[in-house]
């Protein structure tokens, strides 16, 4: 039977930092925990300083984790606020540059390669977009214990019908558990185009939460990163009040079974356009 051993849990406040040019650099999560296709670093740039991306062949995900007292994330010509779950998605051959001052900012920074054509079944990789909290859509579960917004993911449709990400190299977005909420009992595993499965990862901010996996469990506090291999049976818990983590698969190619009785299983509603408007399903086919 699988236990908690099973995944691995990283505090990230602690992981060794190196200094670069930016400020500071903790690889967080890659190929030392089994992670294939994802690679991810906490960053922060220090006051004064500012971080320049360059895509390359890969896939990049920025995700603004706090917000400094001035800042802006440059993209396409174009100068944004760096706020709080503002971020890009980078294509291969892009580049994004933040720049901050008057406090730290701390990013959380994906790199995905460029999947198979298998994997994209026929979507055509990009383009790259900036996005924040207002131009996401949000979705509760059947349970209304759980919201999440995701900021790159190919089966969520925008409001014009057209699609948030038109790449499966990677799904990933924010979740909030309220208080007493909790994922059904699950695991992942790969497909015929992606047979290893994804590369999945939490990566709490705000609240506390418990990882069950098998009889045993462990509490997961603010900066914690777990990496959960293929195949591994999981279930996340709020705990203590609510939990706010952001959640990562890569690449998006990848079969979940519910393993545990609840009927509300794992779907998910679009939040109403307007009160009173019926609830509309996510298809995540």
């Known amino acids: ?17 190196r200094t670069v040019p930016s400020g500071l650099e903790r690889l967080v999560c890659g190929p030392e925990v089994g992670s294939k296709n994802l690679t991810v670093y906490r960053r922060t740039i220090e006051a004064g300083k500012s971080l320049d991306v360059q895509s390359g062949k890969d896939y990049h995900l920025l995700y603004l984790m706090e917000t400094p007292k001035k800042g802006t994330l440059e993209y396409k010509g174009k100068s944004n606020v760096a706020e709080e779950g503002a971020g890009v998605l980078l294509i291969p051959g892009e580049s994004a540059r933040i720049e901050v001052s008057g406090s730290s900012l701390d990013v959380l920074h994906m790199i995905v390669p460029k999947p198979p054509a298998a994997v994209e079944d026929g979507l055509p990789g990009g383009p790259g977009y ?35 990400t038109s790449t499966n190299a990677i799904q990933a977005g924010e979740m909030h558990y309220h208080e007493g909420g909790s994922s059904p009992y699950h695991k992942h595993t790969g497909t015929p185009a992606n047979p290893d499965g994804a590369a999945h990862v939490y990566m709490t901010f705000k609240g506390r939460g418990k990882v069950e996996v098998g009889d045993t469990a462990q509490e997961i506090e603010p900066g914690t990163l777990v990496f959960f291999p293929t195949g591994v049976p999981h279930r996340l818990r709020a705990h ?41 399903e996510w298809n995540q086919s």
Request: charged share 30%; aromatic share 10%; hydrophobic share 35%.
């Open 1 to 17: 039977m699988a236990t908690i051993r099973d995944v691995s849990i990283i505090d990230t406040n602690h992981a060794k930092a």
């Open 130 to 164: 900036f996005f924040n909290r207002k131009t996401l859509r949000g979705l509760s579960d059947s349970s209304g214990g759980r919201v999440r917004r995701f900021c790159a993911e190919s089966a969520v449709r925008l409001l014009d019908g057209s699609r948030l």
């Open 240 to 280: 203590g009040g609510p939990l706010d983590y952001f959640e990562i698969q890569a690449w998006r190619s990848f079969k979940t079974s519910i393993l545990s009785e609840e009927t509300q299983g794992l779907k998910w509603f679009y939040e109403a356009e307007k009160p009173g408007a019926p609830r509309v």
